[in-house]
């Protein structure tokens, strides 16, 4: 099976350009809505023509023109269409034509047929007079992502809540959470923190992929134990995925590993069950903030004399 964000690398729908052949394996609505809105978005940006492949029983598409698709799958006579759509798009002064959907969008039913599809219009994108954005529900097959895989190189995520010269923050959705990549300092914490309020209301637990980031003081950490306080109130977890060693042992030396609602996961290290909370951790943890929703009003402690023995500075 081709894992979720493993093999196929990710781009975000911002950067896509005519030419592209990508893919959205998805497996909740909420995760296929985000992602499209921001394709379709970056298109109208683009001046780009949207022209969505709606499967059976699928609504038309709310911004652009829809190809209805009922029937057999014809590799050939859709490929047809969609030509004959990109070069009216070109004829109509826009850019290129944007397509998003196809028959993946339904469950891969007919592997074969789709295969073959997806070789075609691979070979018609070379021009450069369309892209595409491939739907794959992975619920309704368990082999969506095997094909959406062999077809395609790259998958689309959404983009990102947070790009700075050093800091970028994407949402992600298998699990819910956020992926960091880049340095977390001083400059970078007020856009964290708004990126941290748009998973605040998630219901379920969340994670924070922080293999790719770095933490050059305890302030950006500091940040993240808040965070996993507010969700032990709403008795939900935040597990911090990808710890570097050095991050887990300065975590654990602090005591921030026994934060209520924290788990924590890196390198040879499963997830650790959260710390329970009984009635002194539910005091301590202090009062949700009215006014964001997503942090405590009573911070985690601050590091005492084992934090500076790390040589780390306070925020």
Do not use: N
Not at 7 to 32: I, M, N, Q, T, Y
Not at 121 to 145: F, K, M, W
Not at 187 to 203: E, H, I, K, Y
């Amino acid at each position: 099976m081709v894992p979720p964000g493993g093999a196929l690398r990710p781009v975000h729908a911002g950067d896509l350009r005519p030419g592209d052949h990508v893919c959205l394996p998805f497996a909740s609505d909420e995760e296929r809505t985000t992602v499209l809105q921001d394709v379709v978005r970056g298109g109208l940006d683009a001046r780009d023509k949207i022209l969505h492949l709606a499967g059976p029983g699928e609504p038309p598409a709310p911004v652009g023109e829809s190809l209805a698709l009922e029937g057999e799958l014809e590799p050939a006579a859709l490929l047809g269409r969609l030509r004959r759509a990109a070069d009216r798009s070109r004829a109509e002064g826009f850019r290129a034509l944007r397509i998003t959907g196809g028959p993946g969008a339904a469950g891969p039913r007919d592997v074969h047929g789709l295969l073959r599809y997806e070789a075609l219009l691979e070979a018609e994108l070379g021009p450069g007079r369309a892209l595409a954005v491939c739907l794959y529900d992975v619920r309704r097959a368990p082999g969506a992502l095997e094909v959406c895989g062999a077809a395609h190189a790259r998958r689309v995520e959404a983009d990102p809540l947070v790009r700075t010269p050093g800091l970028l923050v994407v949402r992600t959705h298998r699990p819910p959470g956020l992926r960091l990549e880049g340095v977390v300092d001083a400059a970078a914490r007020r856009p964290l923190r708004d990126a941290l309020r748009s998973v605040a209301d998630v219901r379920e637990d969340v994670r924070l992929d922080v293999s790719r980031a770095e933490f050059p003081d305890l302030g950006g950490l500091r940040l993240l134990m808040g965070f996993a306080r507010a969700r032990a109130a709403r008795h939900r977890v935040v597990e911090l995925s990808g710890l570097a060693p050095q991050q887990a042992r300065i975590i654990t030396l602090i005591g921030w590993d026994r934060t209520p609602g924290l788990a924590l996961s890196g390198p040879g290290r499963p997830p650790q069950p959260p710390p329970l909370r009984g009635r002194g951790a539910a005091h301590r943890g202090g009062e949700v903030s009215r006014s964001s929703g997503a942090f405590p009003s009573g911070a985690p402690p601050r590091p005492g004399r084992p934090g500076r023995a790390c040589g780390q500075g306070g925020a």
